[in-house]
């Protein structure tokens, strides 16, 4: 599918699952993962919808939203990249991305599948950023938030690396 196609499929399942909780009485959920949990099926309460669903509503801090990756893919920042993933996101989004590590059957939602959505048009370098910077908090998932751990300079080098397919 194109990924236009796939933003646009998105949108409309959001705002599907908006208008079907806005029907059943206005229930809507406490977090962003009891929503979630609301649109049923197996998947569809995963992390990216979740973050997805948040950032249509909300939008990103300005903090990150006028956020650019400065660093190029030379074999040194992805050499960094590599690391940092390895060292901090490998255990929960596993070693090729896919939201299939050793931690991942513990957590819901479930991590997302990074090496997919890294690619699409909504991951912008400010979205990626964001998401790595303030972890799950928006979304109240369990992702850790790197804004304290890591500096700038390794936060792009773990987005470099992302983009150019783990």
């Not at 059943?24 to 669903?53: F, P, V």
């Not at 991590?111 to 908090?137: C, H, K, Q, V």
Request: overall charge negative; hydrophobic content about 40%.
């Amino acid at each position: 599918m194109k990924p236009m196609i796939v933003a646009v499929a998105t949108l409309m399942i959001s705002v599907a699952s908006h208008s079907a909780t806005s029907q059943m009485g206005g229930m809507r959920g406490n977090s962003m993962m009891e929503e979630g949990h609301m649109m049923g099926g197996a998947g569809m309460g995963d992390i990216s919808r979740l973050r997805h669903r948040y950032f249509m509503r909300h939008g990103i801090d300005t903090t990150y939203a006028d956020k650019s990756n400065p660093l190029d893919p030379n074999p040194p920042v992805l050499e960094t990249g590599e690391r940092l993933y390895t060292n901090n996101c490998a255990s929960c989004h596993g070693e090729s991305g896919l939201g299939d590590g050793l931690a991942a059957d513990s957590l819901n939602p479930k991590p997302a599948n990074i090496t997919a959505f890294s690619r699409m048009p909504m991951a912008s370098d400010a979205y990626l950023y964001w998401t790595i910077a303030e972890g799950g908090a928006p979304v109240n998932s369990a992702m850790p938030a790197f804004q304290q751990n890591l500096e700038e300079e390794e936060i792009w080098s773990l987005i470099t690396y992302l983009r150019a397919g783990l």
